[in-house]
């Protein structure tokens, strides 16, 4: 079906609404553009007082591939400063990361004071694609969700700000999304053998995905969810979310405005279930 250059009409009328997404239209442009500039007027302030009250801050994005974690990225860091904002996006193990501690790899990207880090896929590799392609074994997986709270609450005791988002699309919306990578010489670099098997491994990864949140949703490093199926309520929401969690000098809490629980929830149960 990528191969084929016209997208089946039934694919793309049910993209939207697929994996039980909750509007029957994506927010007008006009709307957005408006509320994501105030919303990174607010991010540079926030980056401002990370500067000077030399704060850590690590966010993790994580979700379904084509979910928009990219674009979510690229909306967050846009206007902060490149010199204090990294974004870690590490590529498959090399032998001698293989044989080390499994989340040695990680622990040095962690963020000097004053830095903010957002990892485009973190440690939950291992409980995602690693899973799901069998790069590691059942047993690893499980070792992996029993040692990720631990890892996570040194993190957090060490005065690192941790922030986690899970990214879900529905599959007709995935689809389509890689079929536009496939046929757009632009975009064709980001479809891979892997985004390949995503599609026939849906299902497979919704287990993978309900079973790391069973695990791995915490007190001290809860999971915070989003429904990426409209990219533009996507973005807007998880910056919501992250103004919210820090008191800064000059938040203007009129501008960040209210969250959209049909789009963003705090708890597993809000995409448990959903296909």
Known sequence: MLDDPILPKAVSEKALGSGGYPYDKTMPDGDYETAIEALQIELV????????AGERIVIVFEGRDAAGKGGTIGAFREYMSPRRTRVVALPKPTETEAGQWYFQRYAV??????EIVMFDRSWYNRAGV????NFCTPEQTEQFLKEAPRFEDMLIDEGLHLVKFFIDVGYEMQLKRFHERRHN?????KVSPIDYAAIEKYADYTRARDRMLETTHTDHAPWTL??????????LNALRHLLGLFDYPGKDRS??????PKVLGREPGFLTGRP
């Open 45 to 52: 302030k926030l980056q401002q007082w990370t500067i000077a």
């Open 226 to 235: 989003l429904l990426g199926n409209d990219k533009k309520r996507l973005r």
């Open 130 to 133: 690693e899973r799901v392609m």
């Open 255 to 260: 501008v960040i405005g209210d969250i959209d």
């Open 185 to 189: 010489p632009l975009k064709v670099w």
């Open 109 to 114: 990207h962690m963020p000097t004071r004053g």
